[in-house]
């Protein structure tokens, strides 16, 4: 059981090539979610996935499309990387049958936009 | 995200308590949370409280909750090295399965 798993783990890009962050869980969970993470903002959430076949926005969508390919899996693509968004992208997923909504994260991906 | 408030640092003693603050925005929220993360990886979820409790005790760590004012704190009793970390809190607000999260305190517990 890996929980939720994040490839890859570091990125370096340069400004306007494109990237795809892959997060797959194996907890049958319905909820997924992908946030960033940057100094003393704590974590702010890009995009999220209710259920499968579902996407919504986040606080800060902009530069960035997911896809929810399945249950398991929920990806999020950088089109044109742009320096402020260097950051570190955590996946999550969470279920609300556990009754306590806890959210499961994946080890994060530390990616630099130069 | 969205002004959960949280102090961005925290140091103590070695076996000393510590008590980390946050507030939170939507007096409706029906769960909170406090979620650590080590260097180098992700959150993981520490303890929760539902709202309609005003304290959780869980081993050396003890939850209070005070809805009137929107606050919630961590207390770690005898403070370890371990438990150096950054420390989140977390609501859930209502209707819909998303969370938002504070800025994180650093703890640093000195030996």
């Known amino acids: 059981n890996a929980g939720v798993t994040q490839t890859p783990k570091f990125q370096v890009l340069k400004t306007g090539q494109s990237m795809t962050l892959q997060c797959a869980q194996d907890m049958n969970h319905n909820s997924m979610y992908w946030y960033r993470q940057d100094p003393g903002m704590g974590l702010r959430l890009i995009y999220y996935?209710?259920?499968?076949?579902?996407?919504d926005k986040g606080e800060v969508p902009n530069g960035y499309n997911v896809s929810r390919l399945n249950k398991r899996e929920f990806s999020l693509r950088l089109e044109s990387a742009a320096p402020s968004q260097t950051s570190v992208y955590f996946c999550?997923?969470?279920?609300?049958?556990?009754?306590?909504?806890?959210?499961?994260f994946g080890p994060g991906t530390r990616l630099t936009v130069t | 995200g969205e002004d959960v408030e949280q102090s961005l640092f925290l140091s103590v003693r070695e076996g000393d308590s510590s008590v980390i603050n946050c507030t939170y925005t939507?007096?409706?929220?029906?769960?909170l949370y406090w979620y650590k993360q080590e260097p180098g990886a992700g959150l993981q979820l520490l303890t929760y409280?539902?709202?309609?409790?005003d304290m959780k005790q869980d081993q050396r760590l003890t939850v209070l909750l005070n809805k009137k004012d929107k606050h919630l704190s961590l207390r770690i009793a005898d403070t370890q090295t371990g438990d150096s970390a950054i420390y989140f809190c977390a609501e859930r607000r209502p209707g819909i399965n998303k969370f938002y999260f504070g800025s994180g305190t650093k703890l640093n517990v000195k030996p």
């Open positions: 939507d007096s409706s929220s029906t769960y």
């Open positions: 996935s209710a259920s499968e076949g579902t996407t």
């Open positions: 999550a997923s969470s279920e609300a049958g556990t009754g306590t909504y806890e959210q499961y």
């Open positions: 409280i539902f709202s309609n409790m």
